[in-house]
């Protein structure tokens, strides 16, 4: 698992509110990136970031914002949650041109 | 625009016999490509990749074949396994700022 945790695992709350995921890694990697994953579509690019507050938006970046502060965090936001946030969402270092995922976070807002 | 393909959403095959999943991609300018699988629940896991400067390699049970003339490349599965029933899914490297594109995968189902 690359030394990646991601937290929480499952949380549900409702529209509006703001939400932070954490991801956690434990090997020094530069790069790491957040995702997410809905039926019918491949894993999307959120947003990455190449070294501490050095961050990039992907292809599906509206509505999230990422902070990292340490090498070892990498911090997703969603603002104000709506409905079509709700997905799995996981996180992601490189190794080369390899990457490695997290376990996931299953969010759903209500 | 761009996009990472599977022709088959689906897959179901014997125990014992050999799997194969495509996958077609639209950017003759990737150079790299990474198939993993994903288990119900769980993140993805790299299984093999392959670079655009070769045509096939292998690993453990498994070999990638990428024939960059028709932008399509396709994952072999030797001697299926039940473990094996997952969600397989390429995708590939443009190389800018180590961004990937997924493919939206395809469930193998393995028969005992």
């Known amino acids: 698992d690359a030394g990646i945790t991601q937290s929480p695992r499952h949380k549900v709350t409702e529209t509006g509110t703001p939400v932070t995921l954490r991801c956690h890694q434990t090997?020094?990697?530069?790069?790491m990136y957040w995702y997410r994953q809905d039926p019918g579509h491949g894993l999307r690019l959120i947003h990455y970031?190449?070294?501490?507050?050095?961050?990039d938006k992907g292809e599906v970046s509206d509505g999230y914002s990422v902070s990292r502060s340490k090498t070892e965090d990498f911090l997703l936001t969603l603002e104000s949650a709506t409905s079509s946030q709700t997905s799995v969402y996981f996180c992601?270092?490189?190794?080369?041109?390899?990457?490695?995922f997290g376990p996931g976070t299953r969010l759903t807002v209500t | 625009g761009e996009s990472v393909g599977l022709h088959l959403p689906t897959l179901s095959v014997q125990e014992g016999d050999n799997s194969i999943i495509n996958c077609a991609y639209s950017n003759s300018a990737s150079d790299y490509f990474i198939w993993y699988k994903q288990e119900s629940g769980k993140g993805p896991q790299f299984i093999i990749d392959i670079r655009s400067n070769m045509d096939k390699r292998q690993g453990q049970r498994v070999t990638v074949l990428l024939n960059k003339t028709v932008k399509h490349l396709s994952l072999q599965i030797a001697a299926t396994q039940p473990g094996d029933s997952a969600v397989y899914f390429c995708a590939e490297n443009k190389y800018t700022g180590n961004q990937f594109y997924f493919g939206t995968g395809t469930s193998l189902t393995v028969i005992p």
């Open positions: 090997e020094n990697h530069r790069y």
């Open positions: 970031s190449y070294g501490v507050k050095d961050t």
């Open positions: 992601a270092i490189s190794v080369g041109n390899e990457q490695y």
